[in-house]
């Protein structure tokens, strides 16, 4: 399927809706499911999915990726451990902040690729690099100390996994770019995304209750099914369409509006609110990573 640019921005626009609603279904089925059973669930939701889609669009190299077993189960790793952290924040932070935050995750590939891809390392003494990340620094700072309340041990505990989720995802994200970088991403993706299923159902038997979803009303359980449809499955396989026809570059940059769409999700569903302080470091936040956005080529992936 080959897109022209404009329908390439189209599906990155969508992309970047959705994956703005990602924080708002976790934090929701918070009051109904365990960290494990609710990613377990999603993951599940958002592999078939994927998995249609690739049989559909990409059958001949369907079964190629296979051949990289030892790889998707590692990848699957830095995912199964980033998403535990991630759901765990969104248990104890609302989710405007928790996005606001994870954008931290920009200069932190940067920093990561710095001590793995050396044709890269002239990237992070540019002067864009430099500044995007200061102002990064700034506005993630920015964004905690204006917030009321975050002397509370459920918000410390909250900053914490959110910036552990962040560092997993950033060896995600690297790792990937740099063992799977011959493989078709919309391909390989759903066979992770499905150990990383089969793990939580595991994660769940022992420290969850998976058996509480069969108590859950019929419209919650369409939602949970419909959330891992969209956000898992759907949006991914949506953007890695989009960069062929946009580039990662400009998709990244289209990308960072998402934080501001989960805090207007969150303010009409949650009552979240930013403080003036907070929205201020927020869009310092993001410039700060689009400038570093621009200072190389990095890939850019999403929390679900």
Request: charged share 10%; glycine share 8%; aromatic share 16%.
């Amino acid at each position: 399927m080959r897109l022209s640019k404009g329908q390439g921005i189209v599906l990155v626009l969508i992309t970047a809706c959705i994956w703005g609603f990602g924080p708002i279904f976790v934090r929701y089925f918070s009051k109904y499911l365990d960290v494990h059973t609710q990613n377990a669930f999603r993951y599940l939701s958002g592999s078939l999915s994927l998995f249609i889609i690739v049989s559909i669009f990409f059958r001949s190299e369907f079964k190629q990726c296979l051949k990289a077993w030892k790889k998707l189960f590692i990848t699957a790793f830095f995912l199964i451990i980033m998403q535990t952290f991630w759901v765990m924040a969104l248990y104890r932070v609302l989710p405007a902040i928790a996005s606001l935050i994870g954008k931290i995750s920009i200069v932190l590939t940067v920093i990561v690729s710095f001590m793995f891809f050396p044709e890269e390392r002239e990237s992070i003494k540019s002067t864009k690099y430099i500044l995007g990340t200061l102002l990064c620094l700034v506005g993630v700072i920015g964004v905690i100390f204006f917030k009321e309340g975050v002397t509370s041990l459920q918000m410390k505990w909250g900053i914490i996994f959110i910036i552990l989720a962040n560092l997993f995802w950033t060896f995600y994200a690297v790792y990937v770019q740099k063992t799977l970088r011959n493989y078709n991403a919309v391909v390989f993706t759903p066979y992770v995304f499905a150990i990383a299923a089969c793990s939580f159902f595991l994660m769940a038997l022992i420290k969850g209750n998976p058996l509480a979803v069969i108590h859950l009303p019929p419209r919650i359980l369409f939602v949970l099914f419909i959330s891992g449809l969209f956000c898992i499955g759907l949006a991914h396989s949506m953007y890695y369409f989009a960069i062929r026809a946009t580039g990662i570059a400009l998709a990244s940059s289209i990308l960072l509006i998402s934080p501001f769409l989960t805090a207007i999700f969150s303010y009409f569903i949650f009552g979240e609110t930013l403080t003036g302080g907070q929205l201020i470091s927020g869009v310092v936040l993001l410039i700060g990573g689009y400038i570093v956005s621009k200072s190389k080529g990095i890939k850019h992936h999403q929390r679900s």
